[in-house]
């Protein structure tokens, strides 16, 4: 089966499309936008191992997270070799609004299993939310090393997306995890609308 008619089965339902202005705006700061992206894999990596930690006694997210670490840490030191190809420093890390945001809805409480598929169901929309994105790179950039290198990131987050839905729904109640996960799709929808266009963000 392709990427495109796996997509089109498992992914991405949100409810927003990205500005088509954003991919253009990115491209005349691809400096800014990569040395934000490399922030966000490192966060991701973060993300995950914090996951690994915190909820040591679920043994599916040591197993399902733990390929998802090196990926996304792999995908850092690749973003950080563009970077160096292209003269441009890593810099500081920036402030990601978006995911704070995201971060903000996340329900407190509950049994551990609850609160364990809250972050795996936000985790699943920032990938989700990156594979779109990744995906307007591949299509419109000039830069052909660039076009390919963000192709390959959307189908590999693309692959993390589903990672983290499926374990959701597999360490909790499926029927609650899909209601919450419709939730989460429009509230991120009404994040993205409240953002500014920013072409130094990767979200």
């Given at each position: ?175 609650l995890v899909n209601e ?24």
């Amino acid at each position: 089966m392709s990427w495109e008619e796996s997509t089109k089965q498992k992914m991405l339902h949100l409810q927003l499309p990205t500005d088509p202005r954003w991919v253009n705006i990115a491209e005349m700061n691809i400096e800014d936008i990569l040395v934000d992206h490399a922030y966000c894999e490192q966060k991701a990596a973060t993300s995950c191992i914090s996951l690994i930690v915190n909820f040591y006694d679920f043994q599916e997210v040591t197993e399902v997270l733990t390929p998802v670490v090196a990926e996304e840490w792999g995908h850092f030191e690749r973003v950080l070799e563009h970077l160096k190809k292209r003269g441009y420093p890593l810099g500081k890390p920036r402030k990601d609004e978006y995911v704070i945001k995201l971060s903000e809805f996340v329900k407190k409480g509950g049994s551990r299993a609850q609160q364990l598929s809250e972050y795996l169901l936000m985790n699943a929309l920032i990938e989700a939310r990156s594979c779109e994105r990744f995906k307007l790179l591949s299509n419109n950039i000039q830069d052909g090393e660039l076009k390919k290198f963000y192709y390959e990131l959307m189908i590999s987050e693309a692959g993390h997306y589903v990672n983290f839905i499926e374990l959701a729904r597999e360490i909790y109640d499926k029927e609650l995890v899909n209601e919450r996960w419709k939730e989460w799709l429009a509230y991120e929808a009404s994040v993205l609308n409240s953002l500014e266009i920013r072409g130094d963000r990767m979200h």
